[in-house]
């Protein structure tokens, strides 16, 4: 947004899990300076952020001095319009092992008795990108949840997605967060699936083979360690999105999945796409990783897709 004086301001707003909004700035446009500060004000994030005064304005020297800041001395302030507000809601749900778990569920208009859909998250965690692509799939007609697996934590840098998913337990995540996530939606959809991003698409893969009540599986360009899949238990039948110029979840073991799965006669459907790691993801080149580029017209596709076969298995 422009300020009255003339320059410009990045502006973040960031929703809190327990729905606390948090708002933050950067005069220098830096939007990971911007994110941690929201981050800071809505309760994510613990640390307080440095900053460094630019222009002694009025929100610099309130922070400065730890002081609540007055928004509304800039008109333009109340005349943003944010982007991706989401449509669903904060819910609990238990684990098979009883122990309880925060989700983010979109209904759709259709009510309860539509079919479901646990949605996984990127390695980021469980932020307004992914919550949007629960809403996505409420607005195409399926309840949609997403467990927060990291217990209300959010990445905005690497280092920090990579220090949550190195320290987040694979198997129990499948066999329990996302299993109960499962078992909640089936108390009243019909059927179930599952679908997940990069990290989240390696725990699909998992959870083919550790929850019984999936249904079906849609795997987005990510895989985990081969050896921990017993295709043999594998009963949903999956669809898979993979990348050809993906270093992160080379196409190589893409080629091996596919050989453990017709070795088990597991009904699955992969397509390839001339693309990089997170080409769905509209938010990736905002990461400004050369490993990621979004890519519209194979994300278009891959949903075309994605729909057609959940229409098929789980309708």
Not at 197 to 204: E, P, R
Not at 239 to 254: E, M, R, S
């Amino acid at each position: 947004m422009r300020l009255a004086t003339g320059e410009e301001a990045l502006i973040a707003r960031v929703i809190a899990p327990d729905g606390r909004v948090g708002y933050g700035f950067s005069l220098r446009l830096d939007a990971t300076e911007a994110r941690h500060m929201a981050e800071w004000a809505a309760g994510v994030r613990a640390e307080r952020p440095a900053y460094e005064s630019q222009l002694d304005h009025a929100w610099e020297r309130a922070y400065l001095s730890d002081e609540e800041i007055e928004w509304r001395i800039e008109a333009a302030f109340a005349k943003i319009q944010w982007i991706g507000g989401n449509m669903g809601k904060m819910v609990e749900y238990k684990r098979p092992d009883g122990k309880s778990v925060n989700g983010y569920l979109a209904e759709p208009q259709s009510g309860s008795k539509a079919p479901g859909m646990v949605v996984i998250q990127e390695w980021w965690g469980l932020e307004s990108q992914i919550k949007g692509v629960a809403d996505k799939f409420a607005k195409a007609g399926y309840r949609a949840l997403v467990p927060d697996l990291y217990r209300g934590k959010v990445a905005l840098e690497a280092n920090e997605a990579k220090h949550l998913m190195d320290g987040l337990n694979f198997g129990d995540a499948a066999g329990q967060d996302i299993r109960g996530a499962v078992q909640y939606l089936k108390k009243d959809s019909p059927k179930v699936g599952v679908t997940g991003f990069c990290m989240g698409g390696a725990l699909t893969v998992l959870s083919a083979v550790n929850v019984p009540e999936m249904d079906a599986g849609v795997i987005w360009y990510g895989y985990p360690p081969l050896q921990y899949v017993d295709a043999s238990k594998i009963k949903a039948p999956l669809l898979g999105h993979w990348a050809t110029q993906d270093h992160a979840f080379p196409i190589t073991g893409v080629d091996e999945l596919e050989k453990k799965l017709r070795e088990a006669k597991v009904k699955f459907e992969f397509h390839r796409y001339n693309a990089k790691h997170a080409f769905a993801n509209e938010m990736a080149d905002t990461k400004k990783l050369d490993m990621l580029k979004y890519d519209a017209k194979a994300a278009e596709t891959a949903w075309q897709r994605t729909t057609d076969f959940l229409a098929k298995n789980l309708k």
